[in-house]
Structure formats: C-alpha cells, structure tokens
C-alpha cells in the first residue's frame, strides 16, 4: 500500500495516503452541502431553508450535516463567504485581463451592483453577513491593487493613496448594494453606470472619458477588452 513519511517531534512514522484521500472526499461532501444549500436558496428563499433539504439535495446523511457546519447559521454563513470569493474571484480575473485599467474597474464595479439583480436573496444574505466590509474588501484587495497601480502607472488615474483607494471603493460597493436593496437606489445598469463613472472620476479621470467608459456596454462575463 502507497503510504508516506510524516515526522512528528522528530520521530519517523508511516502515514497511510487514504488520509489524503480522507481529505478531498471531505472537501467534497462540504461543496456538496455549499452547493445544495445555494441551489435551494435561489429557489425557496432562506427561510424555507431546511437541514434536512440540504442533505437530501446534497444526497448525504442527515447527521453528516453536522461534521461541517455547527447549524443552519454556520451554513449560511459560509455559502455567503462562499459565494462573495467565487463572485470576487471571476471579476477579478477578468479584471486583471483587461489591458484598460480605466475599463477594467468600471466593468468590475457594475457586475458586483448587478449581483443584485441577479442573485438577490444571496446579494441580500452577504450585505447581512457580519464582518461583510472587511470580508469585501479581503475579497478584492489583490486583484482591485494591481488595477489602480496599473491605473496609476499608465496615467489614467491620479490617486494620492491607493489603501484609502481601495478602502473606499469597496466600502462604497457594499453601501450601494446595501441601497439597491433597501429600494433606496433604483437599481438597474443606469445606477451602475452613475456609481462607475463617479468612481473614475474619484480616480482623477477626466469627466468625458469617465463617462463614455462607464456607460459602454459590459461585456459578457468573463470576456476582457
């Protein structure tokens, strides 16, 4: 049998690759339930949410629930967390993919507003997530930082201080996503494209140009100019 070496204070000892293989079957019976509790979310809303639902959904034991998630908050928890790095995470490629740092931040800002159009119970469970600014901002950082430094060194931004840069935008995401559904702010691609262009604007970008990138059509996710 495959095994390999593990040391543990200095003592050589034999650990077997099944707890490798433990592990991804872990790893996938958590999807599993991530994955059920979002598609069940989407069609029922959160509060026809129930444990034994997800399980039957995931097609998993009832008390396997329990070996990942402590209750039905926990779960929620986590498919919020869940879904705000794989959202993060597919703006920022195609961010990062645009040679147009101007275009890239302007397009990364109206999909996360059009989340919520989207995807509103989910848009709605995340603004409600505790620690949700900071969490935002965790999200974007790496990716939001190259695009304003690129920004920066090409000339099409002026920004004195990139951390409060990023500080403030993504604080400012999070409140308008807040407003769209609060029904403060209608949303709709007219208030993305207003919430675009007064960001460029903040990033030193001329008024005229800030307005014609902002209200360029998006492209389809995952494409880049």
């Known amino acids: 049998m495959d095994r390999r070496v593990a040391c543990n204070d200095g003592r050589v000892t034999a650990e077997p690759a099944s707890s490798g293989r433990r592990e991804r079957r872990k790893a996938r019976a958590r999807e599993k339930l991530l994955s059920a509790a979002r ?35 926990a779960l929620l928890d986590a498919v919020v967390a869940d879904t705000l790095t794989g959202l993060a995470d597919s703006i920022g490629a195609t961010a990062v993919a645009t ?18 159009t989207t995807e509103p119970v989910l848009a709605r469970l995340m603004v409600e997530l505790n620690r949700v600014d900071t969490a935002f901002e965790d999200a974007v950082r790496p990716w939001a930082r190259e695009t304003l430094e690129h920004g920066c060194a090409n000339g099409q931004f002026k920004i004195d201080d990139i951390e409060l840069a990023l500080v ?20 709709g691609p007219q208030t993305e494209s207003r919430g675009a262009e007064m960001m460029l604007r903040g990033f030193g970008v001329d008024p005229a140009t800030a307005h014609r990138i902002a209200w360029s059509e998006l492209p389809d996710h995952g494409t880049s100019g």
């Open 39 to 73: 598609q069940l979310i989407g069609e029922n809303g959160v509060a026809a949410l129930r444990i034994s639902d997800v399980t039957e959904r995931a097609d998993l034991g009832f008390g396997t629930f329990y070996t990942y998630f402590e209750s039905k908050e």
């Open 99 to 116: 040679t147009d740092a101007a275009q890239a931040a302007a397009d990364a800002y109206r999909r996360f507003l059009r989340f919520t």
């Open 168 to 187: 403030s935008v993504s604080a400012a995401a999070v409140a308008a996503i807040r407003a769209i559904l609060s029904d403060i702010v209608e949303p």
